[in-house]
């Protein structure tokens, strides 16, 4: 089995409660368990932002194409406020939100930044920490370095420094052997700078944005002082007079056209109905003998446990009854929330038919055999072909255990919920 990293511990794990008594401790999954007080009432804080953004022991992350920059698998590196002014200027929060939207100018390009949170673990001199009111910790930010527009060259330049010092930016999913804590940092980065990279322009009428809220939030300003050119009988455009822009939805009550987007996968162990046996499915750019559970999105106006019946009897032809929801994993590709869960197949519901053609296969698995292959054939997708030359081929291959799949064959195969003793 490959070398995986440990699992983030839930909260408050040890302690004692009639909930955890009647339902078993609580799952904590990969990219879960951040390290960082997120501080959302402070986002619009702009006194708070900017003594944030300059102190001393602030860490930012820096991603070039959504890549982290790293020291290597196993560990980010972090920069200073130094090493990102060029990027940010001197500081992004001197102005309140609303003078930013009423200077608002669609010609110049403002480096993507977000706050993140505290890390308000102690480290051996507290006294270097960052304090404001009550909260003590350590900010940390997230910074879009990929080159753009008129800050293409200060972003060119700061990728260059820190790949010359021997750092990396980590592609792909190979951030996914990051300690848990990190992990975790990097899905909330990764997250959020990909919805507004993706968020340019309003949903509501075509017109660019503005992040503002710390980067948690864009908005559709009513005006552009941009140099554009400008024929229509709205106005006109001089530096010191700002266009009109047409009227938009967005810009009257709460639009969640402006806000960050999660979206709602379920995922799920299927057993049989007599529990002797596990669903497993595959798609066909799965490397040979890897499978995993099935998934799909949650539909509007339908429950989990709908969405679980659903998505099983499209991909499989499976017929569900009770449905169990068993944990939650944060999924930054680009900003799903998996939702596991354990469902049972009724009797006589249990004829495979591929009715969606979405998987290349479905077959069921004694539960002997996905118990062995968790035991010896987990491991990412890069390393099935170390692992067949170790295990030999054609044996049962398992997503790791940084996926939720792992922990929910885990959970089925070897008791659900913490509870004592196996489900099956």
Same mark, same amino acid.
């Given at each position: ?66 890549? !982290? ?12 406020? *130094? ?58 930010? *997230? ?59 309003? *949903? ?84 040979? +003998?890897?499978?995993?559970?099935? *998934?799909?999105?949650?539909? !509007? ?5 709908? %969405? ?46 591929? +009715? ?5 296969? %479905? ?36 997503? !790791?255990?940084?996926?939720?799949? +792992? ?18």
């Amino acid at each position: 089995m490959s070398s995986q990293p440990d699992l983030p511990e839930a909260a408050h794990a040890d302690l004692d409660s009639m909930l955890s008594r009647k339902f078993g401790k609580e799952v904590a999954n990969y990219f879960s368990g951040s390290p960082l007080n997120r501080l959302s009432w402070l986002r619009t804080d702009h006194k708070f932002l900017t003594d944030a953004v300059k102190h001393p022991s602030t860490a930012f992350l820096l991603l070039n194409n959504l890549s !982290p920059l790293a020291h290597d698998t196993t560990k980010l590196a972090f920069s200073s406020y *130094a090493d990102v002014r060029p990027v940010i200027g001197d500081s992004p929060y001197t102005r309140t939100e609303e003078e930013l939207i009423s200077t608002y100018d669609s010609s110049k390009t403002i480096a993507q930044l977000v706050f993140l949170g505290l890390d308000e673990r102690k480290p051996s001199d507290p006294s270097s920490l960052f304090t404001y009111t009550s909260f003590t910790g350590r900010p940390f930010f *997230a910074l879009d370095v990929t080159p753009k527009g008129s800050i293409a060259g200060a972003c060119t330049s700061l990728i260059t420094t820190k790949e010359s010092a021997g750092l990396t930016f980590l592609t792909g999913r190979t951030h996914m052997t990051l300690p848990a804590p990190e992990a975790a940092i990097v899905a909330q980065s990764r997250s959020m700078l990909d919805w507004n990279a993706r968020s340019p322009f309003c *949903a509501g009428c075509g017109q660019p944005t503005l992040s503002i809220n710390a980067g948690y939030k864009r908005t559709c300003p009513p005006t552009d002082m941009s140099s554009l050119a400008n024929s229509g009988s709205i106005g006109s455009t001089s530096g010191n007079t700002p266009r009109q822009r047409p009227d938009c939805a967005t810009r009257k009550g709460v639009s969640n056209l402006c806000f960050p987007r999660t979206d709602p996968t379920v995922i799920m162990c299927v057993i049989s109905s007599d529990s002797t046996r596990i669903l497993l499915g595959r798609q066909a750019r799965f490397p040979p +003998n890897w499978y995993s559970c099935l *998934a799909g999105f949650v539909e !509007p106006a339908e429950s989990v446990e709908e %969405a679980v019946r659903r998505e099983v009897m499209e991909e499989a032809g499976i017929r569900l009854g009770r449905v169990v929801i068993h944990s939650t994993q944060p999924w930054p590709y680009p900003a799903s929330l998996m939702i596991g869960a354990v469902g049972q197949a009724v009797p006589g519901g249990e004829e495979i038919v591929l +009715n969606d053609k979405e998987l290349e296969k %479905a077959r069921w698995f004694g539960v002997e055999e996905v118990r062995e292959a968790l035991r010896s054939g987990t491991g990412r997708l890069d390393e099935l072909e170390r692992m067949e030359e170790v295990g030999g081929k054609g044996v049962l291959r398992l997503p !790791p255990k940084t996926a939720i799949a +792992n922990q929910l064959l885990e959970a089925v195969c070897g008791g659900f919920a913490g509870r004592e003793g196996a489900l099956l």
